[in-house]
């Protein structure tokens, strides 16, 4: 995808964000909401925007692999691999904080996580922004805590809106994420790398790059919101079934109003008229960068119930069904 890149929108972001306000921004991934990670004034303002509780850590955001030794200290020949490899990307990897990296970023934790994106607005705005001390931008998904992430401009300008009405003093459009699902989450703080949330950089994908099983980080691994049961969730409930039982449970709410998501051709057998339907892709990255407007439009349908096919969970398809799962927990 390329995205060209408004260098004067780019310049008015890095002042707001030198003053200490809050920027929307776009990513790879999800949009993000970005504050100045040396500045604990605008950093805590990002957490009563989103109403997320503060002892939830939050991604700094870096312009590239100089930065780390910055905000990380006793950095494991691992973690540069892995960046070497995957950064600017959808990685994110947590480490020993430095003494620079206020607690105020990291929830209290003695760790905290970077992650240097890919898309280019992004990139040039922490080029632009970083400096000679490697200045970095905190940015939680761009949602109010426990929503649907915004994986594009519209979705932010919904959500948390702009000043006065809203918590932004900007949004900068990016155009809709490439990937559309937050990035993977490796621990590498304790000299075992596990993972703490999937995303497309596969688990597969980081064996190959480092030659060792990396499985899922224990119960012990430092606190995630992503890592909640409920999280990402839909206002109106949603029921994950097997073909068979989405059938069964179509025809049990047939006196409700049902939105389903599901392949075109399982859609085509149901027994009664949904009121909206989304057919779902078939390929776990198309699936994943369609997936919160897949929801987000659900939703809206003023539905009773939204139904969906439940996805393979292994593979390219873990992260996928990981959020598919929170949504409906
Ligand atoms: O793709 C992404 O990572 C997006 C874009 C905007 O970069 N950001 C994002 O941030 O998803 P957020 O705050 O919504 O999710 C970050 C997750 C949270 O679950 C947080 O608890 C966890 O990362 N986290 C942050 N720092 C951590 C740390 N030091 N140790 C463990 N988990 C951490
Ligand atoms: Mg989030």
Same mark, same amino acid.
């Given at each position: 995808?390329?995205?060209?890149?408004?260098?004067?929108? @780019?310049?008015?972001?890095?002042? %707001?964000?030198?003053?200490?306000?809050?920027?929307?921004?776009?990513?790879?991934?999800?949009?993000?909401?970005?504050?100045?990670?040396?500045?604990?004034?605008?950093?805590? =303002?990002?957490?009563? =925007?989103?109403?997320?509780?503060?002892?939830?850590?939050?991604?700094?955001?870096?312009?590239?692999?100089?930065?780390?030794?910055? #905000?990380?200290? &006793?950095?494991?020949?691992?973690? #540069?691999?892995?960046?070497?490899?995957? #950064?600017?990307?959808?990685?994110? %990897?947590?480490?020993?904080? $430095?003494?620079?990296?206020?607690?105020?970023?990291?929830?209290?934790?003695?760790?905290?996580?970077?992650?240097?994106?890919?898309?280019?607005?992004?990139?040039?705005?922490?080029?632009?922004?970083?400096?000679?001390?490697?200045?970095?931008?905190?940015?939680?998904?761009?949602?109010?805590?426990?929503?649907? $992430?915004?994986?594009?401009?519209?979705? @932010?300008? /919904?959500?948390?809106?702009?000043?006065?009405?809203?918590?932004?003093?900007? %949004? !900068?459009?990016?155009?809709?994420?490439?990937?559309?699902?937050?990035?993977?989450?490796?621990? !590498? $703080?304790?000299?075992?790398? $596990? %993972?703490?949330?999937?995303? @497309?950089?596969?688990?597969?994908?980081?064996?190959?790059?480092?030659?060792?099983? @990396?499985?899922?980080?224990?119960?012990?691994?430092?606190?995630?919101?992503?890592?909640?049961?409920?999280?990402?969730?839909?206002?109106?409930?949603?029921?994950?079934?097997? /073909?068979?039982? !989405? *059938? =069964?449970?179509?025809?049990?709410?047939?006196?409700?109003?049902?939105?389903?998501?599901?392949?075109?051709? !399982?859609?085509?057998?149901?027994?009664?008229?949904?009121?909206?339907?989304?057919?779902?892709?078939? &390929?776990? *990255?198309?699936?994943?960068?369609?997936?919160?407007?897949?929801?987000?439009?659900?939703?809206?349908?003023?539905? &009773?119930?939204?139904?969906?096919?439940?996805?393979?969970?292994?593979?390219?398809?873990?992260?996928?069904?990981?959020?598919?799962?929170?949504?409906?927990?």
């Amino acid at each position: 995808m390329t995205q060209s890149v408004d260098f004067e929108a @780019v310049e008015k972001a890095a002042r %707001i964000l030198s003053e200490g306000g809050l920027v929307a921004i776009p990513t790879e991934t999800v949009y993000g909401l970005a504050a100045d990670a040396d500045n604990r004034e605008a950093v805590l =303002a990002t957490y009563a =925007a989103k109403g997320r509780p503060a002892d939830h850590p939050l991604i700094v955001h870096v312009a590239g692999p100089d930065a780390i030794p910055f #905000w990380a200290v &006793d950095v494991p020949p691992e973690a #540069w691999l892995l960046v070497k490899t995957y #950064w600017p990307g959808p990685l994110t %990897i947590v480490l020993k904080k $430095s003494e620079r990296c206020g607690t105020f970023v990291t929830g209290g934790q003695d760790t905290v996580a970077l992650r240097c994106p890919s898309h280019p607005v992004a990139h040039a705005l922490l080029e632009r922004f970083a400096g000679e001390t490697h200045k970095g931008l905190t940015a939680p998904s761009a949602n109010t805590f426990g929503r649907i $992430s915004p994986s594009t401009a519209a979705h @932010v300008a /919904e959500d948390l809106g702009l000043k006065p009405e809203g918590k932004l003093d900007m %949004i !900068l459009d990016g155009g809709p994420c490439e990937f559309g699902i937050e990035s993977t989450m490796v621990n !590498l $703080s304790d000299g075992m790398p $596990s %993972i703490l949330r999937h995303g @497309v950089v596969t688990r597969e994908m980081l064996e190959e790059t480092l030659g060792f099983a @990396v499985p899922d980080a224990g119960k012990n691994a430092p606190r995630a919101s992503g890592r909640l049961k409920s999280h990402y969730a839909p206002h109106t409930k949603l029921e994950l079934h097997d /073909e068979a039982s !989405l *059938l =069964a449970r179509a025809s049990e709410l047939a006196d409700k109003r049902i939105a389903v998501m599901a392949p075109a051709e !399982l859609l085509a057998r149901l027994p009664v008229h949904p009121v909206f339907t989304i057919a779902a892709e078939s &390929d776990p *990255l198309a699936y994943g960068r369609a997936l919160y407007e897949n929801l987000h439009e659900l939703d809206r349908a003023g539905a &009773d119930r939204i139904l969906a096919l439940r996805t393979p969970s292994t593979g390219p398809w873990a992260a996928v069904a990981d959020r598919l799962g929170r949504a409906a927990a």
